[in-house]
Nanobody
Framework: QVQLVESGGGLVQPGGSLRLSCASSERSIHTYAVGWFRQAPGLEREFVATIDWSGGSTYYADSVLGRFIISRDDAKNTVYLQMDSLKAEDTAVYYC?????????????????WGQGTQVTVSS
């Protein structure tokens, strides 16, 4: 069993930055692809970014490409999402999800483990 815990959310002004963390405290996730997904009020959960087990391959949604960067530190068993140039439309609960696969791109329907989510609010 893998338990994921997100942190780093909060309130930030438009144009600001946040770094989200997704940590597994009980079991190594170094063989897992990990993704970030988000859900805004009234909308379905959507893909944001994913990273493969090695950290060598990443995928991004068009809406965040060039503004967000996903990375991982396996020594800390943690995956990060650096979010810059934040916009009001980035406001959502952000979830990380993991799947034991060598693929980099993972889809919501195939995620094996989910975190509880962290709220990101972009507002002036």
């Amino acid at each position: 069993q893998v338990q994921l815990v997100e942190s780093g959310g909060g309130l930030v002004q438009p144009g600001g930055s946040l770094r989200l963390s997704c940590a597994s405290s009980e079991r190594s996730i170094h063989t897992y692809a990990v993704g970030w997904f988000r859900q805004a009020p009234g909308l379905e959960r959507e893909f944001v970014a994913t990273i493969d087990w090695s950290g060598g391959s990443t995928y991004y949604a068009d809406s965040v490409l060039g503004r967000f960067i996903i990375s991982r530190d396996d020594a800390k068993n943690t995956v990060y999402l650096q979010m810059d140039s934040l916009k009001a439309e980035d406001t959502a609960v952000y979830y990380c999800g993991a799947k034991d696969t060598f693929r980099a791109r993972i889809y919501m329907g195939e995620v094996d483990y989910w975190g509880q989510g962290t709220q990101v609010t972009v507002s002036s």
